[in-house]
């Protein structure tokens, strides 16, 4: 019984020792360039409504809760969701915004982890097009180690990102397509 104990007690050391070494800090970016300029685009970033038609997350729980606090775009405006467990429960406010360069948010889930992390969607000009980066950085705690261990955060969560920016230039470039032929 005793060489069990020990060989236990010595896989706990050696995962402790592994998931101490992890890094503390995590970053997720994706960009997509879009065949429209930013003042096109900004709106469906800023606007925080407007994400109901391009959020990948959305389409994860249908029934999930949202509601709406602050101004309805800009520095302020907030929204807080409860949803399944693929989605969780959270609130995102943004915290900064500089028209058709930046919007930046304070994401923070609840459920069915705590985290606080910093999200930055940036618009770069491209000639007539407009490359936009969707980013995420924040703090891991050792839970969230751990769990880095068992699963690829960044190609989890920037899959969804690539999803949802491939939404957004489809939703901005079918616009920018309608009113070019009208």
Known sequence: MLPILLALAFIALILI???????????VSRQIKIGAPAEQIFPHINELRKWEAWNPWGNLDPNCQMNYSGPPAGVGASYSW???NKIGAGRNTITGSQPNEFVRFQLEFLKPMTATNTVNFTFQPDGRDTIVTWSMSGKR????????????FDKMCGGQFEKGLAQIKSLV???????TTA
């Not at 470039?173 to 009113?179: F, I, L, N």
């Open 141 to 152: 705690d050792c839970p969230g180690k751990l769990f880095g261990l068992v699963l690829n």
């Open 173 to 179: 470039e079918t616009a920018s397509r309608s009113v």
């Open 17 to 27: 020792i592994v998931v101490a070494g992890q890094p503390n800090d995590f970053a």
């Open 82 to 84: 409860s949803g399944n």
